[in-house]
């Protein structure tokens, strides 16, 4: 299960050698690995590599984990950096310790191979999606601040490419175009193009009129105008403006420059807000299926267990039955040690059947494919 991106740089601090041989094993294929063994090292290298990405145990014997973390995450130029705390410490005290101070997540010793790979790949994905979203709004800033002059109409375009990536759902998105819409003396109607289309205006609720005008137009032309009307029609939002002031050239003008700014501002945070959701609802169906990974291993032990104890016991009182009637079948000495042997022999290999029967790689293969259909993008 390779990482989004194989140059990634990863920093392991943990003081047990052991520990460190086995995440190398693990992760050295996909990523550039650094390896410490206390706190004050993580420090040091943290300034020196800037990694992407910090594996760290909590109990070290210089400074613990948490207090590199909580350091880390004071410092500006490296608090960006996530965190997965690696542990032997499994109270929910200690999980609640480590989401504190910092923490992306929290992973207990012992731990396995793809739950760590499965949660390096979580947390980078969700990562690189902050740093994508957040290139997005420097952009869109960046643009805004290059056309923005002291006339307050192209203001209202910066203040609203500004506030969208801060929207945390389409209801708040929506709100925001109002109002922007509400600052240029726009009366409009919204609709976000879904295959369940949602609509937004000023009003209690969209005019009947207003909604048959989107739903036809809204996958044609970028700017539809009719009279005082201007449809501007983008991927994921369409907006009908229906009053514009078509009779003043200037201002229809430098409306319609601006209103596309904003269009398609709002268009780009449709997109990351979708990204979110997917991603979000993966996480959640990821952290249920490594739940019921433990559950169902835990339960073929047990089941493993009680059969074989059953299994020891079964056999036990069979050789004390056939012991019991040696005397009645008139066997020699001999034939009673050979006919013991045979007995104590089934015995064994009924025990060896039972150790090597807890064949258990097709439902890890199952398991590991279930995991991989609900990560993948």
């Keep these: 299960m390779p990482p989004s991106n194989d140059n990634k740089t990863l920093l392991i601090v943990d003081d047990e050698p052991v520990n460190i041989l086995f995440l190398t094993e693990i992760l050295e294929e996909h990523f550039k690995l650094i390896q410490v063994a206390d706190g004050k090292s993580a420090l040091s290298a943290i300034k020196e590599y800037m990694p992407d990405l910090i594996l760290l145990d909590i109990v070290m014997p210089d400074i613990n984990g948490l207090e590199v973390c909580k350091i880390l995450k004071n410092e500006p130029d490296y608090s960006h950096i996530p965190v997965i705390f690696l542990s032997a410490l499994d109270q929910i005290s ?19 191979g793809l739950e760590v790979l499965t949660k390096i790949k979580m947390v980078l994905d969700k990562q690189q999606q902050y740093t994508d979203q957040k290139q997005l709004a420097d952009n869109n800033m960046q643009m805004a601040m290059t056309l923005m002059s002291q006339n307050g109409e192209t203001g209202q375009v910066l203040h609203f490419l500004k506030d969208s990536f801060l929207s945390k759902n389409i209801d708040e998105l929506c709100q925001l175009l109002l109002n922007t819409c509400s600052a240029y003396e726009l009366k409009v109607a919204i609709r976000i193009n879904t295959n369940t289309p949602q609509y937004y205006t000023h009003d209690e609720s969209i005019k009947k009129l207003d909604q048959q005008i989107l739903d036809m137009l809204h996958a044609r032309e970028r700017l539809i105008y009719f009279e005082n009307r201007c449809l501007v029609n983008f991927p994921h939002i369409s ?6 002031p078509v009779h003043d050239d200037d201002k229809n003008g430098r409306l319609k420059d601006n209103i596309a700014l904003v269009m398609e501002g709002a268009d780009a945070r449709m997109i990351s807000l979708q990204n979110e959701s997917k991603l979000s609802a993966r996480e959640e169906g990821l952290a249920k299926m490594l739940s019921a990974t433990k559950t169902m291993l835990n339960e073929i032990n047990d089941n493993f267990e009680s059969n ?9 009182q069979l050789a004390k039955q056939i012991e019991w009637n040696f005397v009645q079948l008139g066997l020699s000495d001999e034939q009673e040690v050979a006919l013991s042997e045979i007995v104590e022999k089934a015995i064994n ?3 060896s059947l039972y150790q090597s029967g807890l064949h258990i790689d097709d439902k890890l293969d199952k398991l590991t494919a279930e995991l991989a259909a609900i990560i993948k993008p």
């Design 349 to 351: 290999d009924s025990s």
């Design 94 to 112: 200690d999980r609640i310790a480590g989401y504190n101070a910092g923490g992306e997540d929290y992973i207990s010793k012992p731990f396995s």
């Design 308 to 316: 074989a104890q059953k299994n020891t016991e079964i056999m036990t």
């Design 239 to 244: 907006l009908l403006i229906k009053n514009m």
